[in-house]
Structures are given as structure tokens and as C-alpha cells.
């Protein structure tokens, strides 16, 4: 197999579907079949449910049992799945009370896959790089790297618009750029989104976690039970890791850690007097994308007056407490602790 994804249900609709795309490239699917979740044409089989691996219809011959949807992703949700084909086509399939299937519809259950619609132009298929299918709300990054949306709402899961469980959102729309809420244009560049219950997450682009939707027990990670319908940071309790220093646009020398701490020390080049910026590199935990911070100014004297110019050993003490990179790095958790993720998922 070259990818799988399996969804689990509660409560009185317990529903569970399994999917996985195999080495020969066809979507299967095994499960639950209340909905016509298994894509295979059918919401019928023993209590719904089907025990062993079968092919989802081709969407263009769902009558031809030897042909089956290629894929290169797969997303089971709680009563619909997801898939995407190898010209980046989007496709989806069973449970469409809400609309989680961004057909357009709310019609019937959909039995063999059927293209998601594009909000732009319903005539051609809408392109994704990655789907998320999840509790009755639907994720996709498309092929420009831009999140998208659609479905139920109830606590802001959709991630652009205000809590809203009357209103059907039947077809993709963007997700907000957590910069600039109130701003739809601007939208959340992503590399990866993974749908859950009631919340949504989504790698930036930049390699920052964000997350929105329910947050009734801080799923969120924002340090509050506050739920949000826009995305917000996740926040994480690391330390930052010092990696290199550069004043104006020479890099200081021997850049050594102090102690445990997220210190160092390092000495200054020569310059001649005047005030440069202090630009310091460093990660999140010592791992992920490397991040640079300029908000550090440091003053070359004249010679003569300490301290001296660079050049001569004069060594600068970069430590939490003082005039410091580590002071500086540390008062950025007033601001938002930020850490970067390879994956996420609440599957």
C-alpha cells in the first residue's frame, strides 16, 4: 500500500471506513457503507459494512466493476471520503446532508465519486495537492498551496467565516489568513491540513501550526478554551536555539552556548563606530526551519572608550537577563510561542 486512512465514529452513528491506495494505484476501500462511503457504487452490504478491501468505482464507468479510481491521496471522513487523482482532480464521495461532499448539493447520499466542485469555475475539476476529510467538514490545499474549506460550521471549523450552523457552505472557500481576519482575500498558505471533529490544523507554508475551530478542551493549543474561527498559532513551551549571529553584515566569531540556557556568547567582528543590527538565526527545541530575528541593535565605540570597537577580543555577552539575545528571544513569548511541524494529522 502506498498511503491508508481509517475514520472512527461515536455515538449513536457509529460509522467506521477504511481507505488505502495500492501499489497498483487503485483507491480501496473497506468498512462501513451506510452512506455509500466506500465509493463503490452501493450503500448496501451486511449491517452496512464490508469486511474486506474493495476497488472505488471510476468515477466515468461506475457501472464497469474492472475499473477503479486511481489515485494519489485518500482522506476517510465519518461518513464521506476523499480522494485525489493523478492529474490533481479532487473527488469525493457518500454522506452530503451538509454539503461536506463541495458539490454544490445537498442531495442525496453519493454513491460512486464524484468531482468536488471548483468555486471559480464549476465546468473544470477543482486541483488539490492534499485533502482532509473529518467529521462532516471537508479540507483541501490546492495546487497553489492555498487552504480551502467547506461544510458544517457549528464552532468555526471552516476556518473564514463566523460560527454558523444554519448556513450550508456547499463548495470550497478559503481559509482566512490568520493575519488578517477580517480580510478574505488574503487567504492561509499551507503545505498540509488535517480535518477533525469540530477543529481544523494546517502547516504554513512557512512551517508555522495553526489551528481553529473548537477549543473546548484546548485542542487548539493557544493556552485558552476559547474557540476560534479564524486560525491561530499553536503555541509551544520551547526554547529557542542560537545558531549563528550576525552583526550588520559580518558574522560574529566563536558563537558559544552558556550552560543549559538558550544563551550564548560570541565575539564581535571589526567595524568601525557606529549602531548595526544584530541579526540572530535560530530554531524552535533546536530542530525545524531556521529563523531569524532583527530586532537587536548593537553600538560600535570609538577606540578608546569601552567597549571597543571589534576586532581586539572584546567579548559580547548575548545571555537572558542582559542586553541579550537570549533576553530578546525569551520576551518573543509575550508575543506567541511559535514551533515548526513535518506533520499533523487527526487521523
Excluded at 41 to 50: L, P, Q, R, V
Excluded at 53 to 74: H, R, Y
Excluded at 194 to 199: I, L, V
Excluded at 212 to 240: C, H, I, M, R, T
Amino acid at each position: 500500500m502506498k498511503q491508508i486512512s481509517n475514520s472512527i465514529g461515536s455515538g449513536k452513528m457509529h460509522n467506521s471506513v477504511s481507505l488505502a491506495v495500492g501499489s497498483d494505484g487503485n483507491a480501496y476501500a473497506w468498512g462501513h457503507n451506510t452512506s455509500g462511503q466506500l465509493g463503490n457504487g452501493t450503500s448496501s452490504g451486511f449491517n452496512g459494512a464490508n469486511p474486506v478491501p474493495g476497488c472505488a468505482c471510476d468515477p466515468n464507468n461506475p457501472e464497469d466493476t474492472s475499473k477503479s479510481l486511481k489515485s494519489v491521496q485518500i482522506s476517510a471522513g465519518f461518513e464521506h471520503s476523499m480522494a485525489i487523482d493523478a492529474q490533481g482532480n479532487t473527488w469525493s464521495w457518500g454522506w452530503n446532508y451538509w454539503g461536506e461532499l463541495g458539490q454544490n448539493t445537498t442531495n442525496d447520499d453519493i454513491l460512486p465519486p464524484a468531482r468536488t466542485y471548483n468555486p471559480d469555475n464549476p465546468t473544470i475539476p477543482f486541483k488539490a495537492s492534499q485533502v482532509s476529510a473529518g467529521y462532516d467538514t471537508s479540507l483541501a490545499v490546492d495546487s497553489n498551496g492555498i487552504s480551502w474549506s467547506w461544510e458544517r460550521n457549528d464552532y468555526g471549523q471552516l476556518g473564514y467565516t463566523n460560527y454558523d450552523s444554519s448556513t450550508v457552505h456547499r463548495q470550497p472557500a478559503k481559509v482566512r489568513n490568520p493575519a488578517s481576519p477580517n480580510n478574505t482575500d488574503l487567504s492561509l498558505n499551507s503545505t498540509l491540513v488535517s480535518a477533525g471533529n469540530w477543529d481544523s490544523l494546517a502547516i504554513g507554508k512557512e512551517g508555522y501550526t495553526y489551528a481553529w475551530g473548537y477549543n473546548g478542551y484546548g485542542q487548539l493549543g493557544n493556552n485558552s478554551y476559547k474557540d476560534a474561527y479564524a486560525p491561530v498559532l499553536v503555541e509551544f513551551n520551547l526554547s529557542q536555539v542560537i545558531s549563528a549571529a550576525r552583526f550588520g553584515t559580518s558574522p560574529g566569531r566563536n558563537l558559544t552556548p552558556v550552560g543549559n540556557s538558550n544563551s550564548v556568547t560570541v565575539f564581535t567582528p571589526g567595524h568601525l563606530p557606529d549602531t548595526v543590527i544584530v541579526s540572530v538565526d535560530y530554531t524552535m527545541g533546536g530542530s525545524g526551519q531556521t529563523l531569524t530575528d532583527t530586532s537587536l541593535r548593537y553600538t560600535y565605540l570609538s577606540a578608546g572608550v569601552l567597549p571597543r570597537a571589534g576586532g581586539e577580543g572584546i567579548m559580547l555577552a548575548l545571555a537572558t537577563g542582559m542586553t541579550s539575545m537570549g533576553a530578546m528571544l525569551a520576551s518573543r513569548r509575550h508575543r506567541r510561542e511559535q514551533h515548526h511541524l513535518l506533520h499533523v494529522s487527526h487521523e
